[in-house]
Every structure is written in C-alpha cells, then in structure tokens.
C-alpha cells in the first residue's frame, strides 16, 4: 500500500525530493537542492503543485508542476506546466505515475488553474495520451542556425502563449544552476544557454528588451557560435532565414508539447496557433 501526500516544501522534505530524482536520474547535476526550491517555493506565478507516494516513511515516487501564465485566446489564464516525475525502481510498476498525475490535477484545478502542459519524450508521451487524457498538440521543431531570429509576421496572434513578465522573466533567469546570455537585438533581446556543445548555444526565445535586458553570465564557447533553437513559432518567418530544421539522424528522441484542459470547457488548443519557447519549459 502507498500513501499519497501533498508536496510538502519545507527544506527537508525538498532534501528528500532531491535524493529521489537524483537516484533515478544520476546524470542530472543540475538537480540540488537549491534548485528545487528556485523552482518549487521561489516560482512568482505560485508554488508547485504536486504529490508524493510513500512506502511507510520510505519515498517511493514524487511528481510536480509548476504554474504558470499563459495567453489562451487573448485571455490571460493560470495553468500548470508537467515538470519533474521520478519513482524509485524499487517501486516501478505500481501504476504510481498516474494515481500521482490524477491527484495532482485535481488538486490544481480546485486551486483555480485551468490546464496542464508539457514536453514528453518519446517514451512518456503514450502514457500521458492513454492514461491521463492528454492532446498531443505537436512535435517540438529543432532548427540551427547563425545570429538573430527572424522577424515574427505581425498578422500572427497565437492561440496558446506563456506569458512572461519583468518579474517571472527575472525569477526563470535566475536559475541557480544555469548561466544564460542574454542579447540585445534593438527592441528585442535573445536569452541563449549553453549547450554543452563546443560551438553550438541554446537560443532559448526572443523578449521585448524592456522585460529582459542584456546580460552575460553564460560563457560563449566561440565569439559567433552556430544556435540551437526548440519550439514552436508558425508565425516566425524561418523559411527565408539562416536557421534550417535540424536532419531527423542527428535529432535526440523528439520532444512532443502535450495539453490536458482541467475546465471541462476546452478540451483542446488549435495546433496551427500555437507559440512555445525553450525558456517555457526546462530544456536549459
């Protein structure tokens, strides 16, 4: 029998969260606790959202969101973004995922948020379409290319946009465990991460300069570096610039950007008007 509890913040129990994503993801360094509590207690749109299942004392699998605002139809709504899942692999098996997800998001939606979106890979975007009633909306696009973005088309109104702020864009570049660039473009800046790859940045999205000014904490591996940039931008004029989608061969498992409605009133986004950054997610 597993005991399910609301995500507890104090220090201790974020010591605990820690331990358990660190133990099924070693790799992520990223991950201390430090970083749990920038993302969990520190966030300005709200502190997560999540569930905890215990075996006795024991911590057998933890899941979180994060909220979120986002433009939705011109509206401005409060949602709740998927971000860290781990069950120890003594307890894998138990269906714990899923009963974690379910009581998460009835716990958001009495907290008044409206929806749920992420990014799942390859191997965990069946379960959130199968089992917890997910869209997939679509395919994160991979692109490299040189210098600024292109221009958006000014006729382009996204349907679906997180919507950042001087304070959220301070608090989501004020990740204790990253260093980002950020470039000034006249009235607009480039927030770019390394990627750990000689020669190659992350560019991560474009912001009005007023909410991002300029600053350089990342180190650039090389003075004109070749950009990676995810997402989704219909509206972003690629085809006549320097940035070329990235081959299938040389793509990791593809990133696909789910919505769950928790409203019962909108059950899906419209897949055509849809804007999504890496800084939405935690890609860097």
Known sequence: MYDLRKLDLSEASLLDDHRLLREVFPAA??????????????????QAVGFNAFAGQTLAAHYVTLPVRARVDGRLERGVLSLNTATHP??????????LAEATYEEA???????????????????????????????????LGVGPLPPLDETFTPGFEVSWDLTTLAWRLGNPSRAYRVRMHGPSSQVEASTGRYGIQALLGEFPSALCPARGDGALPVLNPVRLWLGLEPGRRFSRSLYQTLPERLRP??????????????????VTRLRFRALDFDAY
């Open 253 to 270: 498992s593809p990133l696909n950007l789910i919505y769950r409605d928790l409203t019962g009133k909108r059950p899906s986004l419209d």
């Open 109 to 143: 939606a009495a907290q008044g948020y409206s929806f749920v979106i992420g990014v799942a890979n390859a191997n965990s975007t069946p379960g959130f379409t199968r089992k917890l009633g997910f869209q997939l909306l679509a395919p994160l696009e991979a692109r």
């Open 90 to 99: 003594d307890h894998q098996g138990k269906k714990l995922f899923t009963r």
């Open 29 to 46: 360094t990223h991950i201390t606790p430090a970083y749990l509590s920038w993302q969990y207690v520190l966030n300005p749109v709200g």
